[in-house]
């Protein structure tokens, strides 16, 4: 008995001794196979991507060679261009008239396809996320063609991810604060449209070599915009793809065009209305005697001088321009109005000295009280005569009264339908 149970238990003992290695392996990690190759499909993310670039070579692009079956030396020659579909999603802008510069923060999205990194589908993960800077894998060598100044975002971590999918598909979004030049003409304003454009292309690839392409018919999305400094309001948005030839290579330039409209409100309440009861006021001298030359004359320039002051004040920088525009002009305007209305002053005023005078003359009269637009009193008998008097300078203040108002009325709906129109 005590024979049996000793080879019963060296039996058991020398069978586990010499089991499987292999078989153990795999009860202990299901990514090795029975053959003692590595399994891709048990592999995480890590894992996974870690067996993918392990002979990746990232300077190479998807892509970039085929073999040439056809040649017995087994030559390699240019494969097909890798296509990059590209997509923008802007969050936030300001526009700077003054330094003719667009402030953009946008998150950029790239997708493209690499037939290195195919592998297995997960259930569980349908795609490999890397969540790097700089990962080991190729990236398009976007550059923004009218840049000024640009950073990525690291708080809290670097805003950059990369999704790869089993079918070799490339997914890349990044977080980007750009700052880029915005041409822009005021021959309009304050009535002006601005449009001002982001230019991104492959920086060393040519078009045989990347394709850079807009991602569906809406590759442009813009967030809620709230304007917050009341000068411009965001009309639309679009985009184009262009192919442009430099020292005779080919590359792929596509265009963001983003559309602004400045708001006039503010400039009709602060400019244009002050200004044209400006112009109004100065139509008072009109009905003043044309011997009031003091009260007269004060009056124009007092309205003459508030209409340049105010057109000072409310140019910005943005104007310090070689041309004209149409806020200028309308001051030009508003100011050629009360210069006017003051140098009918002073001409009213020597018409009618000089009318008066020559009354005197002709009737022999040392004083006369002088009432416009009615009877004089003569002085100098025993009774008064009362006679009409009405001088140049009278006639002159009346046809004012109706012209000045005439003309600038039709000189503002003028001025607004060419502004309208155009």
């Keep these: 008995m005590r024979c049996l149970l000793a080879s019963v238990l060296f039996g058991t003992v020398f069978a586990i001794g010499h089991q499987d290695p292999q078989r153990n392996l795999t009860a202990r990690d299901p990514s090795h196979n029975k053959h003692g190759k590595t399994s891709v499909q048990g592999l995480g993310d890590h894992a996974m991507l870690s067996h993918l670039l392990a002979k990746y070579d990232k300077w190479t692009r998807p892509g970039a060679y085929v073999h040439d079956s056809t040649a017995l030396s087994g030559k390699l020659e240019d494969g097909a261009p890798t296509v990059v ?6 969050r936030d802008f300001t526009l700077d008239d003054a330094k003719m510069e667009l402030h953009t923060t946008l998150t950029m999205r790239l997708t493209w396809t690499d037939e290195r990194l195919v592998h297995p589908a997960n259930p569980r993960h349908p795609y490999l996320f890397v969540q790097e800077n700089h990962p080991k894998l190729w990236i398009p060598d976007i550059f923004f063609n009218n840049e000024k100044n640009a950073h990525f975002h690291h708080v809290l971590t670097p805003n950059v991810l990369y999704r790869v999918y089993p079918s070799g598909t490339v997914y890349m979004s990044t977080k980007i604060s750009l700052t880029s030049t915005c041409p822009m003409t005021f021959t309009w304003f304050p009535l002006d449209h601005q449009t001002c454009r982001i230019n991104l292309g492959s920086y060393g690839y040519t078009a045989d070599q990347v394709d850079l392409q807009w991602n569906g018919t809406m590759p442009i999305t813009v967030a809620h915009f709230q304007n917050t400094q009341g000068r411009f309001e965001l009309k639309n948005t679009s985009f184009t793809r262009e192919v442009l030839s430099t020292h005779n290579e080919n590359f792929t330039m596509l265009t963001v065009n983003i559309a602004f409209a400045r708001m006039v409100p503010p400039y009709i309440v602060h400019y244009y209305v002050p200004t044209a009861m400006l112009v109004a ?35 910005s920088e943005a104007l310090r321009v070689s041309y004209g525009n149409a806020y ?4 030009q305007l508003c100011a050629l109005f009360a210069a006017f209305s003051l140098i009918v002053s002073v001409i009213a005023n020597y018409w009618n000295r000089r009318d008066v005078m020559c009354y005197k ?15 004089p009193l003569l002085a100098g008998s025993s009774y008064s005569v009362k006679k009409e008097v009405i001088t140049r300078g009278d006639r002159l203040d009346a046809i004012c009264r109706v012209m000045f108002p005439l003309l600038y009325l039709c000189s503002i709906i003028a001025y607004w339908a060419v502004c309208f129109m155009t």
């Design 328 to 331: 200028g002009f309308w001051g």
């Design 361 to 375: 003359t002709v009737n022999n009269m040392d004083t006369m009280i002088y009432t416009p637009m009615a009877t």
């Design 85 to 90: 579909n590209v997509s923008i999603y802007i």
């Design 281 to 315: 006021l100065s139509w008072l001298a009109f009905w003043m005697h044309p011997d009031m030359l003091t009260p007269r004359v004060l009056l124009g320039l007092a309205a003459l001088l508030t209409i340049y002051q105010l057109q000072t004040e409310g140019k």
